[in-house]
């Protein structure tokens, strides 16, 4: 991972002095009509030949294109950067392009980058004629890089690929980021990202929907790190197929981590051709996977042969050492874990630890054959390390709601953090009574700790007694801590009373649930009501899923905000239901590469990013996804807010997408003049607010304006993009105010004057 640090200073500072030329001054048309092929070229040429960095603008605008290749084989040595605003397209007949390997191709570089915009393929036509059975070319992919090093590739989207849409062969150290890949389901051979005959490869803060593999890993690779990817659907993460020649190199050295599969036909596999080979896949770790309806989560298949007239051979690949580590979630078959490996090189090493997964509510079947763990011999369903179980009754807990358990609950964590073995801390039917509780991590011997909560935990009738704190429970440095299910309930409504009825003596309040300084968290089926503050808070954490998550507050409860995410790294929210007081959601300064999904918002103020900008000295806000949400009765749907003064903060690459609003107040917002002081500063905000993205967004407005987009005289909010969006008013038609905002627009109601209209390609 250091060696991917050097490469990212380094491509910052190479660009510094870097010579910039843009593909409009070599005869390139943004009309997506006029061949900008020859353009293209000429400007890679001048590139080439220079001695300095080089960064080629692709500026807004829809440039058509057929196979191109960038050869730095006979360029000058240095690092060039491709910065594409727009998007590339493909010819409209799939056969201009679809008998070459490639449609983008680079080679032979050393320093290549490719940062943003969108390559349309147009592979669709090609795909109709691939189910016909006609006789239809292969198909290019979208974008290959061969023998090459030290390249990046950050927020580029790849729509509707012939065939592959990012192919690294033969690369050395390669960096994926924020890349964006989407086909239909059923497209064939359209994996979204295939790494073969590479090292030191990682992909990060991806999402992949396409019909094959999310990610493929194809013999020759050593050292792939792929970390917060979104994969669904598609065939899942595959390894594989090896074994295909006789003599082949093999697959080493591969960590999947903190991977979100929905849909897929597999999970996490590894397969290979049933016939002798030399090849091999071992030191391979899968952890931190969470599978939504996946019909295969976990899969070795070591007869894999997709033609009818299989030989009835055996797989030479050797499968070895290979760890699947907190795999939860739901199998679409009955069988969840499938071990089929090869009865000539068994697979070995195979180690399952805290994994989780069911079928029709029920614990999902395993199936193996020839294959051995490390220490329990042959691998039989349940034969993973059981943890340790550990009841609050047994450290003094009482379920009758009246005897404080404080010190049960802190006794039982201490011995849990003690272990070094996965231990699960149970707390049973009842209600517990508990006041303020830190669990410590420090010093824990970082093994998995399970909260599994069948009960209540409620607080003290006297709010004062937890207010006297910040937090009412709370994880301080903690590392794959898990909380299942239970209740957890503040007894809020009496401070409520003390602050609505004007009370200055009043506390501020506990939040209920924080975690700070943690990773690898997940809360799934947890209720939390009536909170004296927030409900729950990450902060300063990596790694989070929070899903199936219940909660509820009095519409007039102040501050009650459901989930406030701050200072943290890779967060992702689904299938929750929140109505509370203030907002659904919030996502303070600090945070990146946060996901929402399938959300219920009501009531409430919506989903908020910010309050940014208080503070001059502030982190940002980066990649932030907001996906399915319905919204009813809301003060706003989708809000960024910033405070009215000076800041160094920045909200960028944002997506708000199919959502619908019932009788929102405020349904698209952004306030740059955000202010609770009285009175307020006369001043514009420093916040940067940019590349922010709503689609497909539908639903009536409570009131008239239903689309807001007050940004800073200082700072103008850009890249704003609306697609699809339809708003109105219920007794009048619905209207449009913008300041200082700018971008495009593709069929929005209401009409929007500050952003173009244009034809967006999603």
Same mark, same amino acid.
């Given at each position: 991972?250091? #060696?991917?640090?050097?490469?990212?200073?380094?491509?910052?500072?190479?660009?510094?002095?870097?010579?910039?030329?843009?593909?409009?001054?070599?005869?390139?048309?943004?009309?997506?009509?006029?061949?900008?092929?020859?353009?293209?070229?000429?400007?890679?040429?001048?590139?080439?030949?220079?001695?300095?960095?080089?960064?080629?603008?692709?500026?807004?605008?829809?440039?058509?294109?057929?196979?191109?290749?960038?050869?730095?084989?006979?360029?000058?040595?240095?690092?060039?950067?491709?910065?594409? &605003?727009?998007?590339?397209?493909?010819?409209?007949?799939?056969?201009?392009?679809?008998?070459?390997?490639?449609?983008?191709?680079?080679?032979?570089?050393?320093?290549?980058?490719?940062?943003?915009?969108? %390559?349309?393929?147009?592979?669709?036509?090609?795909?109709?004629?691939?189910?016909?059975?006609?006789?239809?070319?292969?198909?290019?992919?979208?974008?290959?890089?061969?023998?090459?090093?030290?390249?990046?590739?950050?927020?580029?989207?790849?729509?509707?690929?012939?065939?592959?849409?990012?192919?690294?062969?033969?690369?050395?150290?390669?960096?994926?980021?924020?890349?964006?890949?989407?086909?239909?389901?059923?497209?064939?051979?359209?994996?979204?990202?295939?790494? $073969?005959?590479?090292?030191?490869? #990682?992909?990060?803060?991806?999402?992949?929907?396409?019909?094959?593999?999310?990610?493929?890993?194809?013999?020759?690779?050593?050292?792939?790190?792929?970390?917060?990817?979104?994969?669904?659907?598609?065939?899942?993460? *595959?390894?594989?197929?090896?074994?295909?020649? *006789?003599?082949?190199?093999?697959?080493?050295?591969?960590?999947?981590?903190?991977?979100?599969?929905?849909?897929?036909?597999? @999970?996490?596999?590894?397969?290979?051709?049933?016939?002798?080979?030399?090849?091999?896949?071992?030191?391979?770790?899968? $952890?931190?996977?969470?599978?939504?309806?996946?019909?295969?989560?976990?899969?070795?298949?070591?007869?894999?042969?997709?033609?009818?007239?299989?030989? !009835?051979?055996?797989?030479?690949?050797?499968?070895?050492?290979?760890?699947?580590?907190?795999?939860?979630?739901?199998?679409?078959?009955?069988?969840?874990?499938?071990?089929?490996?090869?009865?000539?090189?068994?697979?070995?090493?195979?180690?399952?630890?805290?994994?989780?997964?069911?079928?029709?509510?029920?614990?999902?079947?395993?199936?193996?054959?020839?294959?051995?763990?490390?220490?329990?011999?042959?691998?039989?369903?349940?034969?993973?390390?059981?943890?340790?179980?550990?009841?609050? %009754?047994?450290?003094?807990?009482?379920?009758?709601?009246?005897?404080?358990?404080?010190?049960?609950?802190?006794?039982?964590?201490?011995?849990?953090?003690?272990?070094?073995?996965?231990?699960?801390?149970?707390?049973?039917?009842? !209600?517990?009574?508990?006041?303020?509780?830190?669990?410590?991590?420090?010093?824990?011997?970082?093994?998995?700790?399970?909260?599994?909560?069948?009960?209540?935990?409620?607080?003290?009738?006297?709010?004062?007694?937890?207010?006297?704190?910040?937090?009412?429970?709370?994880?301080?440095?903690?590392?794959?801590?898990?909380?299942?299910?239970?209740?957890?309930?503040?007894?809020?409504?009496?401070?409520?009373?003390?602050?609505?009825?004007?009370?200055?003596?009043?506390?501020?309040?506990?939040?209920?649930?924080?975690?700070?300084?943690?990773?690898?968290?997940?809360?799934? @089926?947890?209720?939390?009501?009536?909170?004296?503050?927030?409900?729950?808070?990450?902060?300063?954490?990596?790694?989070?899923?929070?899903?199936?998550?219940?909660?509820?507050?009095?519409?007039?409860?102040?501050?009650?905000? @459901?989930?406030?995410?701050?200072?943290?790294?890779?967060?992702?929210?689904?299938?929750?239901?929140?109505?509370?007081?203030? &907002?659904?959601?919030?996502?303070?300064?600090?945070?990146?590469?946060?996901?929402?999904?399938?959300?219920?918002?009501?009531?409430?103020?919506?989903?908020?990013?910010? #309050?940014?900008?208080?503070?001059?000295?502030?982190?940002?806000?980066?990649?932030?996804?907001?996906?399915?949400?319905?919204?009813?009765?809301?003060?706003?749907?989708?809000?960024?807010?910033?405070?009215?003064?000076?800041?160094?903060?920045?909200?960028?690459?944002?997506?708000? $997408?199919?959502?619908?609003?019932?009788?929102?107040?405020?349904?698209?917002?952004?306030?740059?003049?955000?202010?609770?002081?009285?009175?307020?500063?006369?001043?514009?905000?420093?916040?940067?607010?940019?590349?922010? !993205?709503?689609?497909?967004?539908?639903?009536?407005?409570?009131?008239?304006?239903?689309?807001?987009?007050?940004?800073?005289?200082?700072?103008?909010?850009?890249?704003?993009?609306?697609?699809?969006?339809?708003?109105?008013?219920?007794?009048?038609?619905?209207?449009?105010?913008?300041?200082?905002?700018?971008?495009?627009?593709?069929?929005?109601?209401?009409?929007?004057?500050?952003?173009?209209?244009?034809?967006?390609?999603?």
């Amino acid at each position: 991972m250091a #060696s991917l640090l050097v490469l990212s200073i380094f491509f910052f500072l190479s660009s510094c002095s870097a010579q910039s030329y843009n593909v409009l001054s070599f005869g390139a048309k943004p009309d997506g009509k006029t061949d900008a092929t020859k353009a293209f070229m000429a400007v890679w040429e001048t590139a080439c030949a220079s001695t300095r960095p080089v960064t080629i603008v692709v500026p807004k605008g829809r440039f058509l294109l057929r196979s191109v290749t960038f050869d730095g084989s006979k360029c000058k040595p240095k690092p060039v950067t491709f910065r594409i &605003d727009g998007t590339l397209v493909a010819p409209a007949d799939y056969r201009v392009i679809g008998n070459e390997d490639y449609w983008i191709f680079f080679q032979h570089l050393d320093g290549v980058t490719v940062y943003g915009g969108v %390559l349309d393929a147009r592979g669709a036509s090609l795909w109709d004629c691939k189910k016909s059975g006609k006789n239809c070319p292969s198909g290019a992919t979208t974008i290959g890089f061969q023998s090459s090093s030290n390249v990046m590739v950050s927020g580029l989207t790849s729509l509707n690929s012939q065939m592959f849409h990012v192919v690294i062969n033969g690369c050395n150290n390669v960096k994926l980021q924020g890349v964006k890949v989407l086909a239909a389901g059923n497209s064939p051979n359209t994996d979204g990202i295939h790494v $073969q005959s590479s090292s030191t490869v #990682s992909i990060f803060n991806t999402k992949i929907s396409t019909g094959d593999d999310c990610v493929s890993i194809g013999p020759g690779t050593n050292g792939l790190w792929i970390e917060n990817v979104a994969c669904g659907p598609g065939h899942g993460i *595959s390894i594989g197929s090896l074994g295909k020649d *006789s003599v082949e190199s093999g697959v080493q050295n591969v960590t999947v981590k903190t991977v979100t599969f929905t849909g897929t036909d597999n @999970g996490v596999r590894i397969k290979s051709w049933a016939r002798p080979s030399s090849g091999f896949a071992k030191n391979i770790r899968f $952890q931190h996977c969470v599978m939504n309806n996946v019909e295969n989560p976990i899969i070795i298949d070591q007869n894999y042969c997709p033609e009818h007239d299989c030989p !009835r051979q055996v797989s030479g690949i050797k499968i070895s050492d290979v760890l699947f580590v907190d795999i939860h979630g739901t199998s679409a078959t009955e069988v969840g874990v499938k071990l089929d490996c090869s009865s000539k090189k068994p697979c070995t090493g195979i180690r399952l630890e805290d994994v989780k997964l069911t079928y029709r509510n029920k614990p999902a079947a395993s199936a193996c054959t020839h294959a051995g763990g490390i220490e329990a011999g042959f691998f039989q369903p349940n034969s993973h390390p059981i943890p340790s179980t550990l009841n609050v %009754l047994s450290y003094g807990a009482k379920p009758d709601g009246s005897k404080d358990s404080t010190k049960a609950f802190l006794a039982a964590w201490d011995v849990a953090c003690a272990s070094a073995n996965p231990t699960t801390i149970i707390v049973p039917k009842g !209600r517990f009574l508990v006041g303020n509780l830190v669990f410590q991590g420090n010093e824990c011997k970082q093994a998995p700790i399970s909260i599994r909560i069948a009960g209540s935990i409620v607080a003290p009738d006297d709010f004062r007694i937890i207010a006297r704190s910040e937090h009412w429970i709370s994880f301080e440095d903690v590392t794959d801590v898990s909380i299942y299910g239970g209740i957890l309930d503040a007894q809020g409504t009496s401070l409520w009373k003390c602050k609505n009825n004007g009370g200055h003596n009043c506390p501020t309040g506990a939040k209920s649930l924080m975690f700070s300084g943690s990773n690898n968290i997940k809360i799934n @089926g947890l209720t939390s009501i009536n909170s004296q503050r927030f409900h729950i808070v990450i902060d300063k954490s990596n790694n989070v899923n929070i899903d199936g998550v219940k909660v509820s507050a009095d519409g007039n409860s102040p501050n009650t905000d @459901g989930i406030h995410v701050e200072s943290s790294h890779s967060v992702h929210i689904t299938n929750s239901r929140i109505g509370t007081g203030d &907002d659904c959601i919030s996502i303070g300064p600090g945070s990146t590469d946060v996901f929402i999904q399938n959300i219920q918002c009501g009531p409430g103020h919506g989903i908020s990013i910010g #309050s940014l900008g208080r503070a001059e000295e502030e982190q940002g806000v980066d990649n932030v996804t907001v996906s399915n949400v319905d919204f009813t009765g809301t003060n706003n749907g989708v809000r960024i807010k910033t405070w009215g003064k000076d800041s160094n903060s920045f909200a960028r690459n944002i997506v708000f $997408q199919h959502i619908n609003m019932k009788m929102v107040k405020n349904p698209i917002i952004i306030d740059q003049h955000y202010c609770l002081d009285k009175p307020c500063p006369k001043q514009e905000s420093g916040v940067k607010v940019s590349n922010v !993205r709503y689609e497909d967004i539908h639903g009536t407005s409570n009131t008239e304006v239903a689309v807001l987009l007050d940004c800073s005289k200082e700072k103008p909010c850009t890249g704003i993009v609306m697609d699809d969006v339809n708003l109105v008013s219920v007794n009048r038609p619905a209207q449009a105010s913008c300041d200082n905002a700018n971008g495009l627009a593709n069929d929005v109601v209401p009409f929007t004057p500050c952003l173009k209209s244009e034809i967006i390609m999603t």
